[in-house]
């Protein structure tokens, strides 16, 4: 802060804000972050100002009805000044304005400077706003000086702004305030939910959690992030605590009847209470990995709440976080989660991955769809469909490719496709044989198992190994695949596929295994190619055979990788200036699906398409928010871009994926997978459909999303 500052730089509420200034030459400025909650009213004074001598107020900053800012002339300054003692004067006097909504429950910063000849407006760094006036000092009798000046949140208006304010100064001259919105920006706490796993997003936007006593529940985990208002990741040595709560009182959930905590942290295998073992922020980042004990037989129709608070860090919202609802479920209980099916003719499915619960839209409805409405827990997806029923599309077994660049890529059928029968998006011609009779029931072990059904068959694969599959972490499921494709012929890895994709309620699981065996066989080829049997080699010497590599599997030769991508893939593989095998192998897991992905027929062209740009190549999430970014904030509503997401990968059941980041109607973004598969590759009695629209103009249908971003 400088010498001749006035100020606070602690979060206090604004409510109390009060700081005096005795401006010179009638110049002053001023800046501070400031923070709205959801229980704000609005029109609304945010600062008044006041004088000793003067027994009433007048308006020096407000938010009006639409919950946008403006900035008023200054009694004795400005000829143009609001009357004092009248609330809505400002309306009829001139003042600086911004030409957007202020976000709720989001940190802005904002900025004012006054002179005796104009007034300015600043939000986030940016000039938004000013307003030529007439001075009244020429008037006053020889005197340059104001009287002592005090800005405050005194109330008295019927106002009921609800709000916080962090780093507030005065300054008794014209300052640069765009020096200060990068000083010391003010902290938020929020979930990363493009981390969520082994989490069901129910047709309301409802989480389920398979909760019960220690032989059924199921751990589910999630990241929660400490940023600043930039979106950094703040490093402090703090711990993160959580808890459970009702959702609709917000108090904490009680231990049951044996006295066990409701909400488990499970560490290295042992579960404690949430209570008793916080996790630790590593570089801004704290991993859960939670489970929630005997709730779902005596709590059924209550909704929970995860809470995640730091309390070094002070009992303030923006440094609380809470999860969506949460519904609490017996593994035995029969129950079909509903598939989320658009009543529009587009056909995109969407997974939510951002801060979102779900697209809040009129015109959802629930939608019992054959194998999908059997959505196991243990994943987290919602689909949109076409009319009440998914969309189905037969097509040629054999993988058409979209131009000449593919012809040496379709005459080695097996490098890319492996001679399974598959459609558009890697499933198994035969998938559906798997679906033909749903059960009525989620649980595994009831009712019309397939376990049952199948008794009298037997596969050179175990049931053991096939559901040793389905419950271990991503580590486990690579170790699994790697020992399998070994040895094991495709018709078995086909097979497990199926079996996979049956108890996991989704097929996503099926498309990674029936990739494996490619996958595998051509990173140790490539490796074996490009190292020359050493153990490690410079990052420069491997990216040339990396990138050729992926040009034939994606089936691009026109678009090869930028700079920016190549970037990337230099830090997923660890950022070092030698590739090991292992760096190259993380590397691989993650470039070979989005190759994969790339060669689709209705991916193809978006990709090699330049101008427009429709997939931004290989950013991170970070980089994309940054994209929709302008000058006064974000960009307008609907404005996307399309990515790869850098945190799957292979054996991810969403390796490979497209993920859309559009600025939402709230002026806040939101992450969103794309599922493609009942657009694109489902059968129906070998029919193909020939009016499934190119996927630039169903994604240009949702409502959500209008316009390309950068």
């Known amino acids: 802060m400088d010498s001749d500052s006035v100020g606070s730089q602690e979060y206090s509420l604004l409510k109390d804000l009060r700081l005096q200034i005795e401006p010179k030459d009638g110049t002053f400025s001023l800046c501070f972050w400031l923070y709205f909650t959801t229980s704000s009213t609005f029109p609304s004074t945010i600062i008044q100002q006041v004088y000793s001598d003067i027994s009433e107020s007048a308006p020096f900053l407000v938010i009006d009805d639409n919950k946008r800012i403006h900035l008023l002339p200054v009694v004795l300054l400005h000829e143009e000044a609001p009357d004092t003692g009248n609330i809505n004067s400002w309306a009829e006097v001139p003042h600086a304005t911004v030409d957007f909504k202020f976000p709720l429950e989001k940190w802005v910063h904002v900025g004012c400077q006054v002179c005796p000849d104009y007034i300015q407006l600043q939000i986030n760094g940016e000039i938004v706003g000013e307003k030529s006036l007439c001075s009244l000092l020429n008037e006053k009798s020889g005197s340059s000086d104001l009287k002592k000046l005090t800005l405050a949140n005194v109330g008295g208006d019927g106002n009921s702004v609800q709000g916080y304010v962090h780093n507030f100064e005065i300054f008794p001259s014209i300052s640069s305030v765009k020096d200060y919105h990068l000083k010391d920006p003010p902290l938020k706490l929020s979930i990363d939910e493009s981390s969520v796993s082994e989490i069901e997003e129910e047709s309301d936007g409802v989480w389920a959690v398979v909760g019960g006593k220690a032989s059924c529940r199921r751990n589910f985990s999630m990241d929660v992030v400490l940023s600043d208002a930039f979106g950094q990741p703040v490093d402090k040595e703090n711990e993160v605590f959580a808890s459970l709560l009702y959702a609709d009182t917000r108090v904490p959930v009680?231990?049951?009847?044996?006295?066990?905590?409701?909400?488990?942290?499970?560490?290295?295998?042992?579960?404690f209470s949430s209570h008793e073992r916080p996790s630790k922020l590593l570089l801004g980042r704290a991993s859960f990995k939670l489970k929630i004990s005997q709730l779902s037989s005596k709590c059924d129709n209550r909704f929970f709440l995860i809470r995640f608070c730091v309390p070094k860090l002070g009992n303030y919202p923006f440094l609380e976080t809470y999860s969506h609802p949460i519904r609490c479920i017996s593994r035995s209980r029969n129950t079909r989660l509903s598939t989320l099916v658009w009543k529009r003719s587009t056909v995109l499915n969407f997974s939510s991955v951002s801060q979102s619960s779900a697209l809040d839209d009129g015109s959802l409805e629930l939608q019992h769809s054959g194998h999908e409405a059997q959505a196991n827990p243990l994943v987290k997806r919602f689909r949109i469909g076409q009319d009440k029923t998914p969309v189905s599309v037969k097509t040629d077994p054999t993988f058409e490719q979209p131009d000449e660049e593919c012809n040496s890529h379709v005459q080695n059928a097996t490098q890319v496709e492996n001679e399974f029968p598959r459609s558009f998006d890697g499933r198994p011609a035969n998938f559906n044989e798997a679906y033909d009779s749903p059960s009525d029931s989620e649980s595994i072990g009831e009712g019309n198992s397939p376990l049952n059904s199948m008794a009298s068959k037997r596969y050179p694969i175990s049931d053991m190994t096939i559901f040793k599959y389905c419950l271990a972490s991503l580590a486990e499921k690579s170790l699994i695949l790697k020992e399998i494709t070994t040895s094991a012929p495709d018709k078995e890895i086909l097979e497990l596929a199926n079996h996979v994709s049956h108890y996991s309620g989704c097929s996503h699981h099926g498309n990674q295994i029936l990739i494996a065996k490619r996958l595998i066989s051509h990173g140790r080829n490539l490796w074996k190619e490009m190292s020359l049997n050493n153990h490690h080699i410079p990052?420069?010497?491997?990216?040339?055979?990396?990138?050729?590599?992926?040009?034939?599997?994606?089936?691009?030769?026109?678009?090869?990788?930028?700079?920016?991508?190549?970037?990337?893939?230099?830090?997923?593989?660890?950022?070092?200036?030698?590739?090991?095998?292992?760096?190259?192998?993380?590397?691989?897991?993650?470039?070979?699906?989005?190759?994969?992905?790339?060669?689709?027929?209705?991916?193809?062209?978006?990709?090699?398409?330049?101008?427009?740009?429709?997939?931004?190549?290989?950013?991170?999430?970070?980089?994309?928010?940054?994209?929709?970014?302008?000058?006064?904030?974000?960009?307008?509503?609907g404005t996307f871009v399309l990515r790869f997401p850098t945190s799957r990968s292979w054996p991810h059941p969403d390796a490979g994926s497209l993920v859309v980041t559009y600025v939402g109607n709230d002026y806040k973004l939101h992450h969103r997978l794309l599922s493609l598969h009942q657009a694109y590759g489902s059968y129906n009695n070998g029919d193909k459909r020939v009016d499934v629209k190119p996927l630039q103009d169903m994604l240009l249908a949702e409502p959500e999303l209008s316009q390309l971003g950068r």
């Not at 990396?546 to 660890?574: E, T, V, W, Y």
């Not at 060669?599 to 740009?613: C, F, G, L, M, Y």
């Open 254 to 271: 009680e231990n049951t009847t044996d006295d066990e905590a409701p909400l488990l942290a499970s560490y290295d295998g042992i579960e």
């Open 539 to 637: 990052w420069e010497n491997g990216v040339y055979d990396i990138q050729k590599h992926f040009k034939m599997i994606a089936c691009c030769g026109s678009r090869s990788l930028s700079p920016q991508d190549l970037n990337l893939l230099r830090k997923i593989a660890g950022s070092q200036e030698y590739l090991t095998q292992e760096n190259f192998e993380k590397l691989w897991c993650w470039l070979y699906p989005v190759a994969i992905t790339i060669s689709r027929e209705w991916i193809n062209p978006i990709w090699k398409s330049t101008s427009p740009k429709w997939i931004e190549g290989f950013i991170t999430k970070e980089e994309a928010e940054a994209s929709l970014q302008g000058p006064t904030g974000f960009q307008e509503p």
